[in-house]
C-alpha cells in the first residue's frame, strides 16, 4: 500500500501544519519507517480528505468556490430522475435551473424554501447550499 510522508500528505490535505496537527490529534493515523520519519498508510489521507471535504468551508463559514458571480437567492424546484436531477433557485429578479446528477442533489440536500446560491461561471452555474 502507499505511504505518505507528513509533507506530502500536506499537500494533498491542505497544508503542512494542518496535516501534522490532525496526525498529533490522532484524526489520522501514523507509523514509521526505518529512518524514523512519520507515514501515513494511502488509504486514510483518501478517507480523510473526503470527510474533510463534505464541510469545507472558511472560516467565515462560506464554501470554498472559484466562482465569482453569486446569486443568493431560495430554492424554488427540486426534481430528481433516476440519474439526473433540477434545481431551481430564483435570485431576485433572476430564475437558475441547474441540472446535476441526483447522487450530487442527495448530497446537497436542497429543499424547496431553503436559501441557497447559485454561482456562475462561464457556461456553468454551480450551486451553493446556504
Known sequence: M???????????LGGPDTAGRWADADRVVTH???VGRRLINGRDPAAFSME????????????????????????TA????DV????????????????LTREAVEELGPEVG???????KSTGVHIDRA
Open 32 to 34: 514509521r519507517d526505518q
Open 114 to 120: 431553503m436559501r441557497a446560491t447559485a454561482r456562475v
Open 78 to 81: 427540486v426534481r430528481l430522475g
Open 84 to 99: 439526473s436531477a433540477q434545481v431551481g433557485i430564483q435570485a431576485g429578479p433572476h430564475r437558475l435551473v441547474r441540472l
Open 2 to 12: 502507499q505511504s505518505y510522508t507528513i509533507g506530502q500528505a500536506a499537500r494533498l
Open 52 to 75: 474533510v471535504g463534505q464541510g469545507a468551508h472558511t472560516e467565515d463559514g462560506e464554501p470554498y468556490t472559484s466562482a465569482r458571480n453569486a446569486f443568493p437567492g431560495i430554492v
